[in-house]
């Protein structure tokens, strides 16, 4: 018998309804695989790690779920899948501040969620334009540690993803910027966030295999998204069960069961800016492939 495929993905509400009913060897011919939970800045790392000289941990993994952000790192390993990711409009990043403080971030702390994250793309970009002076210091926190930090005065502004969108008031706090309108505005594309990805040592029929599960996972979410309820819920740190509904109606669209020539083109979009202004290695002919 072999092997169960071994995947992480985070335990936000969307990547936990889009794969409970594979989770759970709920896909007709499909067998459960091994399921890690890891935060997106963790997936990044494994990711980037996992090549033939990377980490054990890396090397364990065959499906991630990753930010387009760290995608062009990991070509070379990994094949982007036309399914299963978060890619749409009106879901970017946001910039928070304190109510009382100045517009400008020249010389300010910003948290981040990954120095590999599309968020922290997607911001880099807007910042070259918006804060002329340049930012201060950049550091690295899980994202559920952003808002407090931004609150509690231990940094300037967070750069936030997830349910933030729906529960930043609750922290007191203001957006000072919307990085997926700045970026929608731009190009009039969606908003490339979260990339499902498989190795390609698995070989082409079996990634295809991958991608009809993962496709079939997600339309039985929708079929029946009481099926996925409980799984949902007890793995999204408490939230809210209603924020949990607007965190998957926002995540969870027509671009998670297919890509498509529209959602390509937001990450060729996306990484081909990326690589233009240095912020990542340009991609290669047919690097996007499937």
Not at 24 to 51: K, M, W, Y
Not at 82 to 95: D, F, I, T, Y
Request: charged share 20%; net charge negative.
């Amino acid at each position: 018998m072999a092997e169960p495929l071994r995947i992480a993905y985070s335990p936000c509400p969307n990547d936990t309804f889009v794969f409970h009913a594979w989770a759970h060897g709920l896909v007709p011919g499909a067998d459960a695989p091994e399921v890690t939970f890891a935060d997106i800045d963790v997936t990044n790392g494994l990711a980037a790690r996992s090549g033939p000289r990377g980490t054990e941990a890396g090397a364990e993994l065959d499906v991630l779920k990753i930010s387009y952000g760290a995608l062009p790192w990991v070509l070379d390993e990994y094949a982007l899948l036309p399914c299963g990711g978060a890619l749409g409009r009106g879901c970017g990043p946001l910039v928070l501040t304190r109510p009382d403080a100045p517009d400008d971030l020249s010389g300010k702390t910003v948290a981040v969620p990954s120095e590999r994250s599309t968020a922290y793309l997607l911001f880099r970009i807007w910042a070259a334009r918006a804060v002329p002076g340049g930012l201060g210091e950049v550091v690295v926190l899980p994202f559920d540690e952003i808002m407090p930090a931004v609150r509690d005065g231990r940094v300037d502004a967070g750069l936030v993803i997830h349910e933030a969108r729906f529960t930043y008031q609750e922290y007191g706090l203001r957006k000072l910027a919307d990085m997926g309108e700045a970026w929608e505005q731009d190009t009039g594309l969606p908003i490339p966030l979260g990339a499902i990805v498989a190795r390609r040592s698995l070989g082409a029929q079996r990634l295809r295999e991958i991608a009809e599960t993962v496709r079939a996972s997600v339309r039985q979410a929708w079929a029946d998204p009481a099926a996925s309820r409980g799984y949902v819920l007890a793995h999204s740190q408490e939230m809210d069960p209603a924020v949990a509904d607007q965190h998957i109606g926002l995540y969870v669209n027509e671009f998670t069961a297919d890509l498509g020539e529209e959602g390509y083109a937001a990450v060729r979009g996306l990484l081909t800016r990326a690589a233009a202004e240095g912020l990542v290695p340009a991609l290669g002919p047919g690097a996007l492939d499937f």
